[in-house]
């Protein structure tokens, strides 16, 4: 079936650096992405989100990218900080469903 | 801001005995609640959706005599594992919507043990 990025790859950055972390999915049908972060055993947390309709959204030191042509997501951290370090995932929904489907993740190591 | 309360954080339990979690929202009224299901080091894998008042979809693969939904109102959604075998240890998180198309709020999960 279609799916969002499966994988989990690590980055490791170093403190005040920025990070990039990829997705990539393949439901061209999604129209809304979010991106979360999940620290070991927790839920998820919202992060930022973006629609279909928008490239670019910006909150408060994070960016999301979304490029419908390549079917590309990228989250950036802007500064990363050692409680930025966590397993960070891209969702999308697909518009017929109502339902989030989750990509594989990452995994940020902030060093000090 | 929406905040959905799960119950318990973690559990153990005895092979073939069965678990419920309770997954809650607190402050708004949820009309839609997921399950997912999580293995460590792996990304959330969905297994139902529920709606108030009927039957939950079960994601392909998901047992569903297994695995019981009930979200018998809109604000409580319950997650029956029964028979528990060891196999089921696993991290489950639920999340909860409004009905709006975009609004998704999680719970912090409960990491249950099957001994």
């Known amino acids: 079936g279609e799916s969002v990025g499966l994988h989990l790859p690590t980055l490791s950055v170093q403190e005040g650096d920025n990070s990039i972390i990829n997705c990539a999915y393949s439901?061209?049908?999604?129209?809304?992405f979010i991106w979360y972060k999940q620290e070991s055993g927790k839920g998820p947390q919202f992060i930022i989100d973006i629609r279909s309709n928008m490239d670019k959204r910006q909150g408060q030191r994070v960016t999301v990218l979304l490029n419908k042509t390549v079917k590309h997501l990228s989250l950036q951290i802007a500064a990363t900080q050692p409680g930025d370090s966590a397993v960070y995932f891209c969702?999308?929904?697909?518009?017929?469903?109502?339902?989030?489907?989750f990509g594989g993740g990452t995994r940020v190591l902030v060093k000090p | 801001g929406a905040v959905v309360s799960q119950h318990p954080s973690w559990v153990i339990c005895k092979s073939g005995t069965s678990v419920k979690i309770e997954c809650r929202s607190l402050d708004f009224q949820a009309t839609t609640m997921f399950w997912y299901r999580q293995f460590p080091k792996q990304s959330l894998m969905l297994m139902a959706t529920?709606?108030?008042?009927?039957?939950?979809?079960?994601e392909q693969g998901v047992e569903k005599d297994k695995f019981l939904i009930n979200h018998a109102s809109l604000t409580l959604s319950t997650l029956t594992v029964t028979s528990a075998h060891p196999e089921d240890s696993s991290f489950y998180i639920c999340?909860?919507?409004?009905?709006?198309?975009?609004?998704?709020?999680f719970g912090s999960g409960t990491r249950l043990t099957v001994v």
């Open positions: 439901n061209s049908a999604s129209d809304y």
């Open positions: 969702a999308e929904n697909t518009a017929a469903g109502n339902k989030l489907t």
């Open positions: 529920s709606n108030e008042g009927s039957k939950a979809t079960y």
């Open positions: 999340s909860a919507g409004d009905g709006g198309k975009y609004g998704y709020t």
